[in-house]
Structures are given as structure tokens and as C-alpha cells.
């Protein structure tokens, strides 16, 4: 059974850091892509980073340069960095994984609340 699991969501003051991290377990395949989404209340749930097994990333121009995506292949883990918090970026935040069997496969995991205080 393929998880998720998402954690370090918390309150943080704006300017703050938080580091949100996901474990990955139950994919017995190489991920192509991980990644962070969020969703604030009322809006639609938007990309913020991906990595690719290479290392290629990817960032939303409302999050670049504050934030940073890495990822452990070995681990199946993805973490990011989130430096010089906003108001703006409170929202729940989820991992996401993309392998190919056969098929694509896309996984979310159940979300980590980050709120960020003016």
C-alpha cells in the first residue's frame, strides 16, 4: 500500500522558516516526481515545487528564492524549505508522487496545515 506521509506544518510568525518533509513507502519503483502542492481556503490547490529523480526543479514564481525543494531517492523522501515566510503562502500543504509501471501513477499525501501570522 503506497503512503504518504507529510510533516513540520506548524504556525510560524511572518519571515519565519519551516521545513516540511514527506516519506514516501510502499513504491517498490523508481519516482519520477515529488513535489509540494498547497491549497488555501476558497482557492484551487496550486503547484509550489517539484525535483525530478535527476534533480531538476521546478518552482511557482510566487515561491522562488524563499523556498527550496530537495529530495532523497535512496529514502523516497522529498522535503522543502521554507524561508521568509508570508501570509500569503498559509495554506495546507501536500507531497506528491508520480511513478510509471505500465501506467502513471499519482499519489497525495493527507496535507500538513503551515500558517504564517502578520
Known amino acids: 500500500q503506497v503512503q504518504l506521509v507529510e510533516s513540520g506544518g506548524g504556525l510560524v510568525q511572518a519571515g519565519g522558516s519551516l521545513k516540511l518533509s514527506c516519506a514516501a513507502s510502499?513504491?517498490?519503483?523508481?519516482?519520477?516526481?515529488m513535489g509540494w502542492y498547497r491549497q488555501a481556503p476558497g482557492k484551487q490547490r496550486e503547484l509550489v515545487a517539484t525535483i525530478s529523480n535527476g534533480g531538476r526543479t521546478n518552482y511557482a514564481d510566487s515561491v522562488k528564492g524563499r523556498f527550496t525543494i530537495s529530495r532523497d531517492n535512496t529514502k523516497n523522501t522529498v522535503d522543502l524549505q521554507l524561508n521568509s515566510l508570508e501570509p500569503e503562502d498559509t495554506a495546507v500543504y501536500y507531497c506528491h508522487a508520480r511513478y510509471y509501471s505500465s501506467n502513471w501513477y499519482n499519489y497525495w499525501g493527507q496535507g500538513t496545515q503551515v500558517t504564517v501570522s502578520s
Open positions: 510502499g513504491i517498490g519503483f523508481s519516482i519520477n516526481t
